[in-house]
T-cell receptor, first 115, second 114 residues
Framework: DAMVIQNPRYQVTQFGKPVTLSCSQTLNHNVMYWYQQKSSQAPKLLFH???????NEADTPDNFQSRRPNTSFCFLDIRSPGLGDAAMYLC??????????????FGAGSRLTVL | GDSVTQMEGPVTLSEEAFLTINCTYT??????LFWYVQYPGEGLQLLLKATKADDKGSNKGFEATYRKETTSFHLEKGSVQVSDSAVYFCALSDRATGANNLFFGTGTRLTVIP
């Protein structure tokens, strides 16, 4: 089945130790997103790639970076995780449809714990 | 700016009860509206959507009607089951502000007890 796969599902890191989360998709969607979801809150968009074009949200901290080496893969790098970065990180994809509804397909998420 | 206001939870219902979760929105242009569901330990899944006024989205017994006059997209189900226990998110995408984003409500946790 075509899907969005996130690895790892659970990541524990120490304060300040860099972390990389990965996302892969078999849907051949041209748009990929990273959302941060803290406990009992709505998902918050960090950034997205439209093909190779990177689009950063204005309030995303510099501590968060992303790479998309090809259509299928996208990475979230947290350079120096703080306690406040503990959250579920959701990857999503969509096919840009002019004039249509932008339906996102989400992965299962990567839960980050910062000690 | 665009925003979604969602009924606060948590909501606890007995099996076979009627469910309504309220959602209202503010948008600049002509948004598409969605309900996503998040089961415990999982990512979000699209439940249903509507792309224009008076459209009704439906799936798995859930329904929501896009009401432009009241800027609402309330989620309903006539008879809930234990397996419907999850967090439900109302969301919109607005082509006027760039369709490559979803604005989510804060989520409503539903617990259905036998």
């Amino acid at each position: 089945d075509a899907m969005v796969i996130q690895n790892p599902r659970y990541q524990v890191t120490q304060f300040g130790k860099p972390v990389t989360l990965s996302c892969s998709q078999t849907l051949n969607h041209n748009v990929m997103y990273w959302y941060q979801q803290k406990s009992s809150q709505a998902p918050k968009l960090l950034f997205h790639y439209y093909d190779k074009d990177f689009n950063n949200e204005a309030d995303t901290p510099d501590n968060f970076q992303s790479r998309r080496p090809n259509t299928s893969f996208c990475f979230l790098d947290i350079r120096s995780p703080g306690l406040g970065d503990a959250a579920m990180y959701l990857c999503a994809t969509s096919r840009d449809v002019t004039g249509g509804a932008n339906v996102l397909t989400f992965g299962a998420g990567s839960r980050l714990t910062v000690l | 700016g665009d925003s979604v206001t969602q009924m606060e939870g948590p909501v606890t219902l007995s099996e076979e009860a009627f469910l309504t979760i309220n959602c209202t929105y503010t948008a600049t242009g002509y948004p598409s509206l969605f309900w996503y569901v998040q089961y415990p330990g999982e990512g979000l899944q699209l439940l249903l959507k509507a792309t224009k006024a008076d459209d009704k989205g439906s799936n798995k017994g859930f329904e929501a009607t896009y009401r432009k006059e009241t800027t609402s997209f309330h989620l309903e189900k006539g008879s809930v089951q234990v397996s419907d226990s999850a967090v439900y998110f109302c969301a919109l995408s607005d082509r006027a502000t760039g369709a490559n984003n979803l604005f989510f409500g804060t989520g409503t946790r539903l617990t259905v007890i036998p």
